[in-house]
């Protein structure tokens, strides 16, 4: 008896599945019409499992179904994230200064400044951040592009003010958002933005306005001028007699009194750094009067606070300068007196400001502001309950700041948490070697 036949060549595939005879019927057989189901005629069959072809020319490879399109965004798009994603992060105010669109698309420098930052952040955050990155990299590329370009060009205060403002915004680019670990791009565009104050007389009108973008950029720049001078030993742009003239005005900080604590400490921070300057370049040594003096004026500034009566949000900000004051500290027994890292004065600056860094006086916002105490007294903690804190609290903002330094910071202390523990030249090592590593790669605040 010869074999029955179940099905016939060229069947669909529903049929070949079923072992049933087929019509043949195109486009689809009756078979099939009447149970209603697919019928497919292909000569190459795929199944599809997670994606991923399990038969034919495509088995094993994963081809997702369908992939999102990248949206391209405009400049516009990147303008109201600077303003509302990026500049709330460099701000302790509750009011963030409203960007002029207009002044911003006369000018291509400032504009393409404005882009290449925002850019650089927002695919930073993203979760398609690979796939981003060459718009990123050219959004740069395009910023440094025209600035140098203007920057050859015929100078006016107008250029002058935007070329500035853009030298702060590759600053921030370079030395905090994404900071270039193989090149000291961060360190040049400060010298850029000192050459550029230096040339240019405006200045004074930019504290004359008191609010808005100019002044804001001012302050991020001279603070991160400041800090990058105590590292590298270098003279800050700002001396100690110009910090008062940030009061009453609206800087990252906030709007505060000419003689507010905080003010009094950034000038005392300015004052330290051209010390260091001469010591680390000319002296040698820092003269002991001038040592005792500013020793003496930290401690008047502590005893002033402990003192006063403070409300919820005093006690915040009190908090806030006092790390920024035992930052100080440190600096004067570790750069100016040539004390080790395991002196008792030393070990007594870090305890007392990992108590502030630790404690609940601090609110978040003024937490995300510490970056520079974090560094400086983090880089000097012996205890592993102090150096859990401070790993915490880079945690706790890198959270919400959302910047590559903060990973340079944590790679930079844990490398030197490393060294303290397993050498004793470490420990003896002076204040400029102790931060060669970190000082030319990004600036923190």
């Known amino acids: 008896m010869p074999p029955r036949i179940r099905t016939v060549e060229g069947s669909c595939w529903g049929c070949k599945e079923r072992r049933v005879i087929c019509d043949l019927t195109s486009p689809a057989c009756d078979k099939c019409t009447k149970i209603g189901r697919p019928c497919d005629y292909g000569k190459v069959r795929l199944r599809w499992t997670d994606c991923v072809a399990s038969r034919g020319r495509l088995a094993g490879k994963k081809i997702p179904l369908y992939q999102a399109p990248i949206l391209q965004k405009n400049a516009d798009h990147h303008i109201l994230y600077f303003e509302n994603e990026l500049l709330p992060r460099f701000n302790l105010s509750n009011t963030v200064p409203r960007v002029d669109l207009k002044l911003l698309s006369a000018d291509p420098v400032l504009l393409q400044s404005v882009v290449a930052v925002a850019n650089a952040h927002a695919t930073y955050r993203s979760a398609n951040e690979k796939a981003l990155s060459l718009s990123k990299i050219q959004d740069r590329n395009n910023a440094l592009r025209m600035f140098r370009k203007q920057l050859m060009g015929i100078q006016t205060d107008e ?33 850029g933005g000192k050459a550029i104050l230096k040339q240019w007389k405006g200045v004074r009108h930019v504290f004359q306005t008191k609010y808005e973008l100019p002044i804001l950029m001012l302050s991020i720049f001279a603070t991160m001028d400041l800090t990058h001078a105590m590292l590298i030993g270098d003279d800050p742009y700002f001396d100690a007699s110009s910090w008062h003239e940030f009061g009453d005005c609206k800087p990252w900080w906030g709007t505060v009194k000419p003689d507010d604590d905080f003010l009094e400490t950034m000038a005392i921070l300015s004052q330290l750094s051209t010390l260091g300057h001469e010591v680390r370049h000319f002296r040698g040594t820092a003269p002991i009067g001038i040592l005792l003096s500013i020793q003496n004026a930290l401690e008047q500034q502590a005893t002033r606070q402990e003192e006063v009566g403070q409300t919820k949000d005093q006690k915040a900000w009190a908090a ?4 920024y004051r035992l930052t100080a500290s440190v600096y004067l027994y570790r750069a100016l007196s040539a004390l080790d890292v395991g002196h008792p004065l030393v070990q007594q600056a870090v305890s007392d400001c990992m108590e502030v860094i630790g404690g609940h006086d601090l609110t978040d916002k003024l937490h995300h502001c510490i970056l520079f105490p974090v ?71």
């Open 159 to 191: 250029s002058n003010n935007a070329l500035f403002t853009a030298n702060v915004l590759l600053c921030i680019l370079d030395g905090i958002i994404e900071p270039i670990t193989e090149s000291s791009a961060t360190h040049h565009h400060l010298m």
């Open 320 to 323: 806030f300068c006092a790390t």
């Open 375 to 445: 560094l400086i007294v983090g880089s000097h903690c012996l205890d592993s309950a102090q150096r859990f804190a401070i790993r915490k609290s880079i945690a706790k903002t890198a959270s919400y700041l959302s910047f590559e330094a903060l990973r340079s910071l944590e790679s930079f202390l844990e490398k030197r948490w490393d060294e303290l523990d397993t050498s004793v030249v470490c420990k003896q090592a002076n204040w400029w070697m102790y931060f060669d590593e970190i000082a030319n790669v990004t600036c923190l605040f």
